[in-house]
């Protein structure tokens, strides 16, 4: 017979107090509405900028909330028990893409600043007609249509059968969660895949790259798990998840860390390798660019503050044990995820060389506040975990 001596009780629901945080989120939603209307002026004032800064700002938050529903979606696929307890959080970011989905409306508008193969008449560039029946304005709207809407119904039924199952606990909810996650999963890819090739890759109509999916992806995973770590302990030290979110959840969080990390590392090296070895003029472009002047030194930056520092820092135990460590090398990664869609958008407008405008800064302060202000409305509305969960106790008493 087992012994239940030792047992942990499952812990009531805990709800984050939105009047204790008021302030902080009329704060939030202050900084985003003036973010978003200097953006605008600034739209009208140099619509080209306006368009890329927009877009780079626009690609980093996206990165961040698909990445969540992605670890919601691994959660219920692999039927992990460890992340129970910071499951809710995923789930409210992931909840955001509705709002991205509002934000992604001056891209649409400001189109043909962007994506100059919107402009160019047929029979004016052999290869652009060659593609002709994937890059069309009704079918690239079509698809970013079906991007929002398909994440957003995965993302909301994943968080419905959770809150439903925090009433009364009844497995199927358990069931139909992981039901969901199987049609997510494939979902996630396709959008994920699809929307960088759209967005990105868009930017300029004769380069390619197979790799190029894969690449977001290890970026979006590691630096949303990075996210994740932030929101916890932040969560943490407003006196919130006491007992809940252990060192050990912070232990496996600094694993998955590190293994993105090695994984991004893996997939742009080899993406550079195979260019570098084939040397087809359409594929070489993008790093002869990158690798120009003053975007040749974010590129290195890029390189060893991305990989070699955040590797050696997360190797030993000690430093994803440590929450203050943890947090600083999240933080960083997050950073470099900022910095990588910078070197990603910007060049395809600045291609002799960095240009700082302030309209870079703009949009990111104005969707990172609007953004924020949503996240304190939405996490107010359910528990900080799901406190019925069948795999609450086991992800309590978790030890690696």
Known sequence: MSDRSHVLPA????????????????ICGAIGLVGLILSFIGAFVS???????WLFGFIFFFTLCIGCLFWTIVHHVVDAEWSVVVRRQLENIALLLPVMAVLFLPILFWRKYLYRWMDVPRGMDPVLDAKRGYLNWEFFLFRAIFFFVALTLVAWFLRRFSVDQDRDGNPKFTIWMRKAAFIGLPLFALCLTFGAFDWLMGLNWKWFSTMWGPYIFAGTAGSSMALLVLITAALQRAGYLKGVVTVEHYHIMGKWLLAFTVFWAYIGFSQYMLYWYANIPEETQYFIIRNTESWNVLSWFLVIFRFFVPFALLLPRVTKTNLTWLCCISGWIVCMQLLDMYVIVLPALHGTGVHLSILDFL?????????????????????????RDPRLIESLRLTN
């Not at 619509?47 to 800064?53: A, K, L, T, W, Y």
């Open 363 to 387: 949009p990111l302060i104005g969707i990172g506040g609007t953004l924020a202000f949503f996240y304190l409305r939405i996490i107010a509305r359910t528990s900080l975990f799901p406190v």
């Open 47 to 53: 619509p080209v900028q306006f368009s890329f800064s």
């Open 11 to 26: 812990p009531e629901g805990e709800y984050f107090e939105t009047s204790r945080f008021a302030g902080l989120s009329l």
